[in-house]
Protein backbone atom coordinates (compact mmCIF):
# COMPACT_ATOMS: atom_id res chain seq x y z
CA UNK A 1 0.00 0.00 0.00
CA UNK A 2 1.54 3.44 -1.27
CA UNK A 3 2.06 5.77 1.44
CA UNK A 4 0.49 9.63 0.47
CA UNK A 5 3.35 11.11 2.56
CA UNK A 6 6.85 9.70 4.53
CA UNK A 7 9.53 11.51 6.33
CA UNK A 8 11.85 11.59 9.39
CA UNK A 9 11.53 13.38 12.66
CA UNK A 10 14.68 13.24 15.02
CA UNK A 11 15.79 10.10 13.43
CA UNK A 12 12.13 8.16 13.29
CA UNK A 13 10.85 7.34 10.23
CA UNK A 14 7.24 7.39 9.67
CA UNK A 15 5.13 7.35 6.73
CA UNK A 16 1.10 8.16 7.03
CA UNK A 17 -1.99 7.04 4.64
CA UNK A 18 -4.73 9.02 3.58
CA UNK A 19 -8.51 7.71 4.62
CA UNK A 20 -11.73 8.35 2.85
CA UNK A 21 -11.93 11.63 3.16
CA UNK A 22 -9.70 14.78 4.12
CA UNK A 23 -11.45 14.94 7.87
CA UNK A 24 -11.36 11.23 8.79
CA UNK A 25 -9.94 11.05 12.26
CA UNK A 26 -6.29 9.73 12.45
CA UNK A 27 -4.83 6.73 13.69
CA UNK A 28 -1.63 5.67 14.79
CA UNK A 29 0.06 2.27 14.77
CA UNK A 30 2.69 1.34 17.31
CA UNK A 31 4.51 -2.03 16.58
CA UNK A 32 5.85 -4.26 19.48
CA UNK A 33 9.76 -5.14 20.21
CA UNK A 34 10.59 -5.48 16.54
CA UNK A 35 9.39 -2.04 16.00
CA UNK A 36 8.71 -2.27 12.14
CA UNK A 37 5.88 -0.34 10.61
CA UNK A 38 5.35 -3.69 8.14
CA UNK A 39 4.17 -5.48 11.21
CA UNK A 40 0.61 -3.85 10.64
CA UNK A 41 0.05 -5.05 7.10
CA UNK A 42 -2.89 -7.12 8.11
CA UNK A 43 -4.44 -4.25 9.28
CA UNK A 44 -3.95 -1.69 6.76
CA UNK A 45 -6.96 -2.24 4.43
CA UNK A 46 -9.35 -2.35 7.25
CA UNK A 47 -8.33 1.15 8.94
CA UNK A 48 -7.61 2.79 6.11
CA UNK A 49 -11.11 2.32 4.91
CA UNK A 50 -12.08 4.52 7.43
CA UNK A 51 -9.29 6.44 9.20
CA UNK A 52 -5.93 8.13 8.35
CA UNK A 53 -3.25 5.48 9.55
CA UNK A 54 0.16 6.77 10.59
CA UNK A 55 2.89 4.67 10.66
CA UNK A 56 6.59 4.33 11.94
CA UNK A 57 9.51 2.53 13.30
CA UNK A 58 10.68 2.83 16.55
CA UNK A 59 13.97 4.09 17.38
CA UNK A 60 16.18 1.84 16.78
CA UNK A 61 14.25 -0.34 14.43
CA UNK A 62 13.73 -0.73 10.68
CA UNK A 63 14.11 2.75 8.61
CA UNK A 64 14.50 4.79 12.27
CA UNK A 65 17.62 5.97 13.38
CA UNK A 66 19.47 3.07 15.55
CA UNK A 67 21.10 5.41 18.50
CA UNK A 68 18.45 5.27 21.60
CA UNK A 69 17.34 8.14 23.61
CA UNK A 70 19.32 7.89 27.15
CA UNK A 71 17.82 6.60 29.62
CA UNK A 72 16.28 4.39 27.20
CA UNK A 73 12.34 4.26 28.69
CA UNK A 74 9.11 3.32 27.48
CA UNK A 75 8.01 7.15 28.21
CA UNK A 76 10.90 8.32 25.95
CA UNK A 77 8.87 5.60 23.15
CA UNK A 78 5.45 7.27 24.21
CA UNK A 79 7.77 11.04 23.26
CA UNK A 80 8.58 9.25 20.17
CA UNK A 81 4.99 9.32 19.05
CA UNK A 82 4.13 12.24 20.26
CA UNK A 83 7.43 13.03 17.72
CA UNK A 84 5.47 11.32 14.54
CA UNK A 85 2.03 12.99 15.64
CA UNK A 86 3.89 16.31 15.41
CA UNK A 87 5.64 15.63 12.02
CA UNK A 88 2.65 14.88 10.92
CA UNK A 89 0.41 17.69 12.06
CA UNK A 90 -1.77 15.36 13.63
CA UNK A 91 -2.58 16.86 17.37
CA UNK A 92 -4.97 13.92 18.70
CA UNK A 93 -5.57 10.44 17.19
CA UNK A 94 -6.34 6.92 18.00
CA UNK A 95 -3.36 4.95 19.12
CA UNK A 96 -3.18 1.19 18.55
CA UNK A 97 0.00 -0.71 20.25
CA UNK A 98 1.55 -4.18 20.23
CA UNK A 99 3.26 -4.98 23.43
CA UNK A 100 5.42 -2.52 23.23
CA UNK A 101 3.51 0.06 21.70
CA UNK A 102 0.66 -0.47 23.62
CA UNK A 103 2.48 0.28 26.84
CA UNK A 104 4.09 3.31 25.28
CA UNK A 105 0.40 3.95 24.37
CA UNK A 106 -0.40 3.36 28.29
CA UNK A 107 2.73 5.75 28.95
CA UNK A 108 1.02 8.37 26.53
CA UNK A 109 -2.57 8.54 27.94
CA UNK A 110 -0.46 9.66 31.01
CA UNK A 111 1.89 11.67 30.16
CA UNK A 112 0.31 13.22 27.05
CA UNK A 113 -3.89 12.47 27.25
CA UNK A 114 -4.26 15.79 25.07
CA UNK A 115 -2.94 14.20 22.17
CA UNK A 116 -5.00 10.57 22.35
CA UNK A 117 -8.31 9.51 21.73
CA UNK A 118 -9.38 5.77 22.10
CA UNK A 119 -6.33 3.55 22.88
CA UNK A 120 -6.11 -0.33 21.79
CA UNK A 121 -3.61 -2.13 23.65
CA UNK A 122 -2.53 -5.20 22.50
CA UNK A 123 -1.00 -7.87 24.76
CA UNK A 124 0.18 -5.31 26.86
CA UNK A 125 1.03 -5.01 30.91
CA UNK A 126 1.23 -2.49 33.36
CA UNK A 127 4.00 -3.92 35.86
CA UNK A 128 6.66 -6.50 35.26
CA UNK A 129 5.54 -9.89 35.02
CA UNK A 130 7.66 -13.18 36.17
CA UNK A 131 6.98 -15.25 33.18
CA UNK A 132 7.33 -12.01 30.78
CA UNK A 133 10.90 -11.77 32.47
CA UNK A 134 11.70 -15.64 32.29
CA UNK A 135 10.50 -15.36 27.98
CA UNK A 136 13.09 -11.86 28.16
CA UNK A 137 16.04 -13.66 29.67
CA UNK A 138 15.68 -16.75 27.30
CA UNK A 139 15.57 -14.61 24.38
CA UNK A 140 18.69 -12.31 25.47
CA UNK A 141 20.63 -15.94 26.33
CA UNK A 142 19.99 -16.75 22.99
CA UNK A 143 21.16 -13.46 21.13
CA UNK A 144 23.99 -13.55 23.44
CA UNK A 145 25.04 -17.24 22.36
CA UNK A 146 24.00 -17.20 19.09
CA UNK A 147 23.77 -13.66 18.10
CA UNK A 148 20.64 -12.26 15.41
CA UNK A 149 20.29 -15.75 13.71
CA UNK A 150 19.68 -17.65 16.82
CA UNK A 151 17.38 -15.25 18.41
CA UNK A 152 15.06 -14.59 14.97
CA UNK A 153 15.24 -18.46 14.67
CA UNK A 154 13.68 -19.06 17.99
CA UNK A 155 11.11 -15.72 17.80
CA UNK A 156 8.04 -17.79 15.93
CA UNK A 157 7.76 -19.82 19.11
CA UNK A 158 6.97 -16.92 21.23
CA UNK A 159 5.03 -15.23 18.39
CA UNK A 160 2.79 -18.04 16.61
CA UNK A 161 0.56 -21.03 17.89
CA UNK A 162 2.20 -24.29 16.96
CA UNK A 163 -0.25 -24.97 13.87
CA UNK A 164 0.14 -21.73 12.01
CA UNK A 165 4.26 -22.43 12.42
CA UNK A 166 3.28 -25.90 10.89
CA UNK A 167 1.31 -24.39 7.81
CA UNK A 168 3.23 -21.15 7.38
CA UNK A 169 6.78 -22.28 7.56
CA UNK A 170 7.97 -21.18 4.35
CA UNK A 171 6.85 -17.81 4.86
CA UNK A 172 8.81 -17.74 8.40
CA UNK A 173 11.56 -18.55 6.91
CA UNK A 174 11.55 -16.09 4.30
CA UNK A 175 10.67 -13.41 6.68
CA UNK A 176 13.62 -15.04 9.14
CA UNK A 177 16.12 -13.73 6.94
CA UNK A 178 15.35 -10.21 6.07
CA UNK A 179 14.33 -9.98 9.89
CA UNK A 180 18.13 -11.33 10.72
CA UNK A 181 19.51 -8.70 7.61
CA UNK A 182 17.24 -5.87 9.34
CA UNK A 183 18.48 -6.73 13.12
CA UNK A 184 19.80 -4.26 15.06
CA UNK A 185 23.03 -3.96 16.77
CA UNK A 186 22.56 -6.08 20.64
CA UNK A 187 23.20 -3.02 22.55
CA UNK A 188 19.62 -1.82 21.27
CA UNK A 189 18.20 -4.70 21.73
CA UNK A 190 18.97 -5.53 25.39
CA UNK A 191 17.90 -1.92 25.82
CA UNK A 192 14.55 -1.75 24.64
CA UNK A 193 14.04 -5.32 26.39
CA UNK A 194 14.75 -3.80 29.83
CA UNK A 195 12.85 -0.75 29.14
CA UNK A 196 9.77 -3.70 28.57
CA UNK A 197 10.47 -5.07 32.06
CA UNK A 198 11.14 -2.03 34.30
CA UNK A 199 7.78 -0.63 32.89
CA UNK A 200 5.68 -0.25 36.00
CA UNK A 201 2.80 2.29 35.81
CA UNK A 202 0.41 -0.02 37.67
CA UNK A 203 -0.76 2.31 40.60
CA UNK A 204 -1.72 5.15 37.84
CA UNK A 205 -3.53 3.17 36.06
CA UNK A 206 -6.73 4.79 37.81
CA UNK A 207 -5.79 8.42 35.86
CA UNK A 208 -6.39 6.88 32.46
CA UNK A 209 -9.72 7.75 31.99
CA UNK A 210 -10.23 7.90 28.07
CA UNK A 211 -11.58 4.99 26.45
CA UNK A 212 -9.36 1.81 26.02
CA UNK A 213 -9.53 -1.74 24.11
CA UNK A 214 -7.56 -4.10 26.29
CA UNK A 215 -6.71 -7.11 23.93
CA UNK A 216 -5.31 -10.09 24.46
CA UNK A 217 -4.89 -13.99 22.92
CA UNK A 218 -5.92 -16.55 25.44
CA UNK A 219 -3.07 -18.60 23.69
CA UNK A 220 -0.14 -15.70 24.03
CA UNK A 221 3.11 -17.73 24.75
CA UNK A 222 4.85 -14.40 25.62
CA UNK A 223 2.43 -11.91 27.76
CA UNK A 224 -0.01 -14.10 29.65
CA UNK A 225 -3.66 -13.01 29.51
CA UNK A 226 -4.13 -12.26 33.17
CA UNK A 227 -1.67 -8.84 32.56
CA UNK A 228 -4.76 -8.31 30.30
CA UNK A 229 -7.30 -9.09 33.03
CA UNK A 230 -5.59 -6.89 35.23
CA UNK A 231 -5.35 -3.75 32.74
CA UNK A 232 -9.13 -4.36 32.27
CA UNK A 233 -9.94 -4.37 35.91
CA UNK A 234 -8.04 -1.85 37.09
CA UNK A 235 -8.51 1.29 34.16
CA UNK A 236 -11.65 2.84 34.96
CA UNK A 237 -13.15 3.16 30.82
CA UNK A 238 -11.77 -0.53 29.34
CA UNK A 239 -12.82 -2.86 27.67
CA UNK A 240 -11.77 -6.53 27.79
CA UNK A 241 -11.48 -8.26 24.38
CA UNK A 242 -9.80 -11.93 24.40
CA UNK A 243 -9.32 -14.13 21.22
CA UNK A 244 -9.56 -17.65 21.76
CA UNK A 245 -6.36 -18.11 19.40
CA UNK A 246 -3.38 -16.32 17.75
CA UNK A 247 -0.84 -16.03 20.11
CA UNK A 248 0.98 -13.16 20.41
CA UNK A 249 1.02 -11.81 17.28
CA UNK A 250 -2.61 -12.93 16.79
CA UNK A 251 -3.25 -9.40 14.79
CA UNK A 252 -1.18 -11.62 12.21
CA UNK A 253 -2.93 -15.26 12.58
CA UNK A 254 -6.30 -13.96 13.29
CA UNK A 255 -5.91 -10.86 11.39
CA UNK A 256 -9.50 -10.35 10.42
CA UNK A 257 -11.08 -11.88 14.08
CA UNK A 258 -8.60 -9.02 15.16
CA UNK A 259 -9.35 -6.13 12.62
CA UNK A 260 -13.75 -6.69 13.40
CA UNK A 261 -12.67 -5.79 17.13
CA UNK A 262 -11.04 -3.22 16.57
CA UNK A 263 -12.63 -0.87 13.87
CA UNK A 264 -15.61 -0.68 15.85
CA UNK A 265 -14.51 0.49 18.83
CA UNK A 266 -11.96 3.00 17.02
CA UNK A 267 -15.33 4.53 15.65
CA UNK A 268 -17.03 4.32 18.70
CA UNK A 269 -19.56 2.04 18.73
Known sequence: MTP???GTADGLWWEA???P???AAAVILSAGLGGSAA????????LTARFRVILYDHRGTGRSVRALTEPHTVQAMADDIVTVLDAVGVARAHLVGHAAGGNAGLALALSHPDRLDRLVVVNGWSRPDPHIARCFAARLRLLAAGGAQAYVEAQPLFLYPPDWISANSARI???GAHHVAAFPPQAVMRARIQA??????????GEITGPVL???SADDMLVPPLCARRLAQRLPNATLDVAPWGGHAFTVTAAETFNAT???FLEGD
Not at 39 to 46: D, S, T
Open 4 to 6: SAT
Open 17 to 19: HDG
Open 21 to 23: SPD
Open 39 to 46: FWGPQMAA
Open 173 to 175: DAE
Open 196 to 205: LLDFDIDDRL
Open 214 to 216: VSA
Open 262 to 264: VVP
